[in-house]
């Protein structure tokens, strides 16, 4: 089986780095990233594919998301836990997560697959991130997915009654006029790409200062990425 180039190597290592994967498991890693199609374009490698992975980090997510809601809502019902773990879960709120991680670019694709923009696609991003979860409790069980899904997820999303809908943006500045902080201001940093398939990096500024950037295909989309990330940020280091 062909063994994964040098560069690639490094930077399944900076995701290893990222996730708390020990390298030695580097192997799960790539193959959470490994997509169907280019298992399929390559059979005489005989690559693994993320599908089963997908299939254990879903159910693990959502045990994690589960018990976090449960511990933290004692007085929501059942049909509350339950509507709020599959916000939590869904596609929609799983793709950008995977964007912030970084995991796009170490998709591996089939031509068509990637011809087709499926390093963008939700989808798809959404299933590797599953896998990635999925890898990570094979090699540490809970102990070592646990941290990790927490640490990506914003906090207020197990908290709040009414979820934002990921208007990132508009949670931000609601946290900043809280706090008496309202000079924020959003900047594109970085254009790359086709004209067709562009790809934008945002800067979230707090008080004239870079606070967090994020990446998008349109520049809204950036700018809501770079805003998530900076409410991690700030809900991390206890604002």
């Not at 693994?48 to 879903?58: A, I, P, T, V």
């Not at 599953?130 to 990506?152: H, K, N, R, W, Y």
Request: proline residues 5%; neutral net charge; glycine residues 12%.
């Amino acid at each position: 089986m062909e063994r994964p180039s040098s560069s690639y190597k490094t930077s399944l290592l900076g995701l290893a780095k990222q996730t708390g994967m020990p390298t030695e498991q580097l192997a799960l890693l790539q193959t959470a990233l490994t997509h169907p199609s280019f298992a399929a374009e390559n059979p005489r490698e005989q690559w693994e594919h993320n599908q089963r992975l997908e299939f254990l980090g879903d159910a693990v997510l959502g045990l994690i998301v589960g018990e976090a809601l449960y511990q933290r809502q004692p007085d929501w019902s059942e049909g509350e836990l339950s509507r709020r773990r599959a916000a939590i879960v869904c596609e929609a709120s799983l793709a950008p997560l995977a964007r912030e991680l970084g995991l796009g670019p170490l998709l591996r694709l089939g031509r068509g697959e990637e011809n087709s923009g499926g390093r963008d696609k939700p989808s798809v991003l959404a299933d590797a991130l599953e896998a990635v979860i999925g890898a990570l409790f094979l090699a540490g069980g809970l102990t070592l997915a646990q941290p990790f899904v927490l640490s990506i997820i914003p906090n207020d999303v197990f908290l709040l009654r009414q979820l934002d809908n990921g208007d990132h943006k508009t949670a931000f500045q609601e946290w900043a006029q809280r706090k008496g902080r309202i000079d924020i201001g959003y900047r594109i940093l970085e254009e790359s790409g086709p004209p067709h398939n562009r790809l934008f990096v945002a800067g979230v500024y707090l008080d004239g200062k870079l606070l967090a950037s994020g990446e998008g295909r349109t520049k809204k989309e950036a700018e809501q990425a770079a805003a998530g990330k900076a409410r991690r940020q700030v809900q991390q280091g206890g604002g």
